[in-house]
């Protein structure tokens, strides 16, 4: 009976402790691990990240939602009228068009998204209620439009003089070729993570400078631009959104932390499957950034010069990623 007791005590501590090990690095954390986390915590792109993430951390930093947070966080850049890659301000394409393209994405998996948008400043808003206030996940062009006037917002010229101006000085020499080149980041992506343990991101962006009209890029495909798993992570994308459509890039980041890789090196497999999928990436930039459930962070891109917004309660400043290859 001694032995019976002690064997069924032997197993029955092999099992507790084979459990308390799996608890401890599952997604579902345990509680000492959590305390090692950087909680609130949000990442963005570029350096018109940090005015951003200032934005983001007024909501994190008093126990906000992510959600919120990603939401005003963008909206900054947006409202910048000296940024020429997102809302008011932003490079037209070759038509002399500012259109615009956003998406977002909760803990819950829900996401909405803009794309092909005229004449509206805060695309991430109107993304934001086509998640709560419509069945669908995307809505474009005139519909998005109108959705986002019946909803209160207002029609605002987004083609200002500086950036007419160029427009209209690139007509003259370009033969409507679209440049892309290492200052034609054309994206903020953000994701944060906040003091109840929940993911959220958002993308947004006015595209590819002097591109084709109805021309849409990653920004407002989920999955692309931008991926969030509660059980695992997030992801986001900035640069030549062709590239990244084609690889599905944020999906396949989250998919890889979940098999285990660090937020770094998830990011760096995605670059290598782009540079594995086209002939070519000369002169073509893509970075990502991703987030992972320990509270990890990092990012990798094709070329270097990519860098990111970090915020935390006891950091605040750019990071550069690593690269594959040089200018």
């Not at 037209?92 to 829900?110: S, W």
């Amino acid at each position: 009976m001694r032995r019976r007791k002690f064997l069924e005590w032997a197993a029955l501590s092999s099992f507790l402790g084979f459990s308390n090990k799996s608890w401890a690095t599952s997604p579902s954390l345990g509680q000492e691990e959590c305390k090692k986390w950087e909680k609130p915590l949000v990442i963005s792109t570029w350096n018109h990240g940090m005015d951003a993430n200032a934005a983001a951390w007024e909501l994190l930093s008093k126990g906000g939602k992510a959600l919120d947070a990603v939401e005003k966080g963008v909206m900054v850049t947006e409202s910048d009228p000296t940024n020429r890659s997102v809302g008011i301000g932003g490079t037209p394409d070759r038509d002399g068009h500012v259109t615009l393209d956003a998406c977002i994405m909760n803990e819950e998996g829900d996401c909405g998204s803009v794309a092909f948008l005229e004449d509206i400043e805060n695309p991430i808003a109107v993304a934001r209620m086509v998640m709560e206030k419509t069945p669908h996940v995307m809505l474009a062009g005139k519909g998005a439009q109108l959705f986002a006037l019946q909803n209160g917002f207002e029609r605002k010229d987004l083609l200002i003089p500086e950036t007419k101006a160029a427009w209209e000085k690139w007509k003259k020499t370009s033969n409507y070729e679209t440049p892309v080149n290492i200052e034609n980041h054309d994206t903020i992506g953000m994701i944060a993570l906040d003091q109840a343990g929940d993911f959220s991101g958002a993308c947004t962006t006015s595209g590819l400078a002097y591109k084709m009209h109805g021309r849409v890029g990653d920004s407002p495909i989920i999955g692309a631009s931008l991926f969030v798993d509660n059980e695992v992570g997030a992801a986001c994308a900035t640069g030549v959104g062709e590239m990244v459509i084609r690889i599905v890039g944020s999906h396949l980041i989250v998919e890889l932390m979940r098999q285990g890789y660090s937020p770094e090196k998830a990011c760096k497999k995605a670059i290598e499957r782009i540079m594995a999928k086209h002939k070519s990436v000369e002169g073509q930039q893509v970075g990502f950034l991703a987030i992972d459930r320990k509270g990890r962070h990092g990012g990798y891109s094709i070329y270097n010069g990519f860098n990111y917004a970090l915020r935390t309660p006891e950091r605040n400043e750019m990071v550069e990623t690593k690269y594959m290859k040089k200018w």
